[in-house]
């Protein structure tokens, strides 16, 4: 009799490394957005759990924040890259907008708004913005 294998191969982690998405730029596309990064996440951790259980919920709030503000901002499609790296995920945010994304001032009393490029900065351990004549690329990389 043959001995079975120790190990599950039908999900390795080179199988799972990305996942690209486009849209439309449409209001519900940042519920799409999040339900990409999900899978994407629930994908990786049967792979490869993360190190923290918060790790999940900052991608994906992150993922969400980078969305609207894609949605808000910047006319037309936008595309979610998701790559798992060394110790945890790269999340590119590519949109038609030229102009980099810059914190502004959180004033609760006229309707919110101005804190998701703080929570950004803060879930992550580093963030960059590329811009080009198509639009900008934003690029964040988080634990996992």
């Known amino acids: 009799m043959a001995a079975e294998s120790r190990w ?11 996942r690209t998405a486009s849209f439309t ?10 339900l990409v990064a999900e899978e994407f996440l629930h994908d990786l951790a049967r ?28 006319p037309g499609p936008f595309q979610l ?6 110790d945890g995920v790269h999340v590119v945010m590519h949109d038609t907008n030229t ?3 810059a914190p502004r001032p959180f004033h609760p009393s006229k309707g919110g708004g101005g804190i998701g ?18 639009g900008k690329d934003i ?3 988080l634990p996992w």
């Open 99 to 101: 102009t980099e994304p």
């Open 47 to 74: 792979a490869a759990p993360p190190a923290a259980p918060e790790h999940w919920d900052d991608i994906l709030l992150v993922v969400t924040e980078l969305a609207a503000n894609a949605v808000q901002y910047a």
């Open 117 to 134: 490029w703080h929570l950004i900065h803060t879930l992550s351990d580093q963030v960059s913005v590329v811009t080009g004549e198509r």
């Open 81 to 86: 890259r998701l790559r798992r790296t060394f």
């Open 8 to 18: 599950d191969r039908t999900l390795a982690s080179e199988e799972i490394t990305n």
């Open 25 to 34: 730029g449409e209001l519900h596309n940042v519920t799409g957005a999040r």
């Open 139 to 141: 690029h964040v990389f």
